[in-house]
């Protein structure tokens, strides 16, 4: 099927997006709510190929003025997951990352919470019944960048 690469991504890639979002999530966004977040211009938006297939993908917020970073979605398709996908999207993600970076995760995620901690990423807090469908709290985690990036 192809090599991995990860790739910055374009507004051509909004229904591929959109179809691994409703796979991946039970509340997924809706395509505009997706499409305004590729058109944000402080927004870093990654996906994840094997050959032409989008598999994954990433998605952040820097905002400069604060000099932090928020990862907003990572995701890899079901069928492609334990291929360290999330890993490559998280690295590179990480990478375009300014200062600290933030993320929230359910608090049941257990396989992407080890991912994060992987990656340094430490729990500091936590949003009640903060996830719909089913109700579940996230945890605030966050990646304290010191000029160095895993």
Same mark, same amino acid.
């Given at each position: 099927?192809? =090599?991995?690469?990860?790739?910055?991504?374009?507004? $051509?890639? %909004?229904?591929?997006?959109?179809?691994?979002?409703?796979?991946?999530?039970?509340?997924?966004? /809706?395509?505009?709510?997706?499409?305004?977040?590729? %058109?944000?211009?402080?927004?870093?938006?990654?996906?994840?190929? *094997?050959?032409?297939?989008?598999?994954?993908?990433?998605?952040?917020?820097?905002?400069?003025?604060?000099? =932090? /970073?928020?990862?907003?979605?990572?995701?890899?398709?079901?069928?492609? !997951? /334990?291929? !360290?996908?999330?890993?490559? *999207?998280? !690295?590179?993600?990480?990478?375009?990352?300014?200062?600290?970076? /933030?993320? =929230?995760?359910?608090?049941?995620?257990? $396989? +992407?919470? +080890?991912?994060?901690?992987?990656?340094?990423?430490? +729990?500091?807090?936590? !949003? @009640?019944?903060?996830? @719909?469908?089913?109700?579940?709290?996230?945890?605030?985690?966050? *990646?304290?960048?010191?000029?160095?990036?895993?």
């Amino acid at each position: 099927m192809g =090599e991995l690469q990860i790739l910055p991504m374009e507004s $051509a890639h %909004l229904l591929q997006l959109h179809k691994a979002e409703i796979a991946c999530f039970n509340a997924p966004w /809706s395509i505009s709510t997706l499409g305004d977040v590729l %058109l944000n211009p402080n927004g870093v938006s990654l996906a994840a190929f *094997l050959g032409e297939k989008l598999v994954g993908y990433g998605l952040m917020l820097n905002m400069e003025i604060v000099g =932090e /970073s928020e990862i907003i979605n990572i995701a890899v398709l079901p069928e492609y !997951r /334990s291929r !360290r996908i999330g890993d490559a *999207l998280l !690295r590179a993600l990480i990478q375009r990352g300014e200062g600290k970076i /933030s993320l =929230e995760v359910r608090a049941s995620n257990e $396989a +992407a919470r +080890a991912l994060y901690m992987k990656h340094n990423f430490v +729990a500091k807090g936590l !949003r @009640k019944e903060y996830y @719909k469908n089913p109700t579940e709290d996230a945890i605030i985690m966050w *990646l304290e960048v010191n000029g160095e990036k895993t």
